[in-house]
Antibody, heavy 117, light 111 residues
């Protein structure tokens, strides 16, 4: 059974960079797409972007200038960096595996990131 | 880009059948597959339907997806409702550059 676990700081200061890592267990990171999605408190889901195991990426145009998603196949991990954060970036951040390029089969449990000074 | 519109909330009684719609405002709904995600209170989402009508392993066949090109919409139908089905449901699709779009979500109450 594939499992995904997000990790990273729960509190980030405004204007700094949010950094999260997703560790994949129970399966290889190779041969799949891997996605980041976020959900502000009390609101709906927002797609951030995805990466293929080869390193090719696709980002939400509204976040593209601030987002970097990378993959480390040796560690079976992929990561998210979001720069110049504001309070609007406060959200639960989920990592996920794509069953196909545009659909998820496995989700992480999520990690709450608060942007505050 | 396009938008996906869902009803804000629906409610139905246990044992009954409920349908949640997801309407695409521009472009054909049939152009790109639609997925459905269930999010129970306080939990991460899970996938209940992908590629319009495919169920991941472990999802009961009470959940089904369909497409209605005449109304440019897709629907998630849940039959034999159980209290455990009470959750938020999100539809999701993508455009020609595989940029994902989510619907606003529908709160299902089973009362």
């Amino acid at each position: 059974q594939v499992q995904l676990q997000e990790s990273g700081p729960g509190l980030v200061k405004p204007s700094e960079t949010l950094s999260l890592t997703c560790t994949v267990s129970g399966g290889s990171i190779s041969s799949y797409y891997w996605t980041w999605i976020r959900q502000p408190p009390g609101k709906g889901l927002e797609w951030i972007g995805y990466i293929f195991h080869t390193g090719s990426t696709n980002y939400n145009p509204s976040l593209k200038s601030r987002v970097t998603i990378s993959v480390d196949t040796s560690k079976n991990q992929f990561s998210l960096k979001l720069s110049s954060v504001t309070a609007a970036d406060t959200a639960m951040y989920y990592c996920a595996r794509n069953v196909v390029a545009a659909a998820i089969d496995y989700w992480g449990q999520g990690t709450l990131v608060t942007v505050s000074s | 880009n396009f938008m996906l519109t869902q009803p804000h909330s629906v409610s139905e009684s246990p044992g009954k059948t409920v349908t949640i719609s997801c309407t695409r405002n521009s472009g054909s709904i049939a152009t790109n597959y639609v997925q459905w995600y269930q999010q129970r209170p306080g939990s991460a989402p899970t996938t209940v339907i992908y590629e319009d009508n495919q169920r991941p392993s472990g999802v009961p066949d009470r959940f089904s997806g369909s497409i209605d090109s005449s109304s440019n919409s897709v629907s998630l139908t849940i039959s034999g409702l159980k209290t455990e089905d009470e959750a938020d449901y999100y539809c999701q699709s993508y455009d020609s550059t595989i940029h994902w779009v989510f619907g606003g979500g529908t709160k299902l109450t089973v009362l």
